[in-house]
């Protein structure tokens, strides 16, 4: 009984005087600053909204008026501009400049309708992907910053 009294002890002195956690120091000195390096952080951002202001109802808020619903639709041939309160409008692509037509027809919508900025381009499967952001660029041009696409079969 007494030897193992010894051996318990000298097995914990063993132990006690053979632990050296200065490697595993230098590993986490190492680790933590390249693990903060490569690290991904997100940038957070706020979305504005406006709320109506106090002791406007729903009823009058939403005005006897649709929404337009603009939309330009890329064909091979022509554009198309249509909306809820637009007669349907289609510019010939064959013609001498259909870019500088469509961003003048683009112009007088949003000179009869001020209060929209919301654009859908719709295209078909085979668009060409300048032809979609050439439109794009019009029509921020025109003043009509949100643009939405769609892709038609």
Same mark, same amino acid.
């Given at each position: 009984m007494n030897s193992r009294r010894t051996m318990g002890r000298s097995f914990r002195s063993l132990v006690e005087n053979d *632990?050296? %956690?200065?490697?595993?120091?230098? *590993? /986490? &000195?190492?680790? %933590?600053?390249? *693990?903060? %390096?490569?690290?991904? /952080? *997100?940038?957070?951002? &706020? %979305?504005?909204?406006?709320s109506p202001p106090e002791g406007v109802s729903d009823n009058q808020n939403a005005g006897p008026e649709k929404p337009l619903h603009?939309?330009?639709?890329?064909?091979?041939?022509? /554009?198309v501009i249509e909306g809820n309160q637009l007669k349907k409008l289609v510019i010939d692509r064959r013609e001498e400049d259909p870019n500088t037509a469509l961003a003048a027809a683009l112009g007088s919508v949003v000179a009869s309708h001020p209060d929209n900025s919301e654009v859908m381009i719709i295209s078909e499967s085979d668009t060409r992907y300048n032809d979609i952001i050439a439109v794009m660029d019009i029509t921020r041009a025109a003043g009509l910053p949100s643009v939405s696409l769609l892709g038609a079969n």
């Open positions: *632990l050296d %956690i200065m490697p595993l120091m230098n *590993l /986490f &000195v190492a680790l %933590i600053p390249m *693990l903060l %390096i490569s690290a991904v /952080f *997100l940038n957070v951002t &706020v %979305i504005d909204m406006d603009l939309a330009v639709t890329i064909r091979n041939d022509f /554009f």
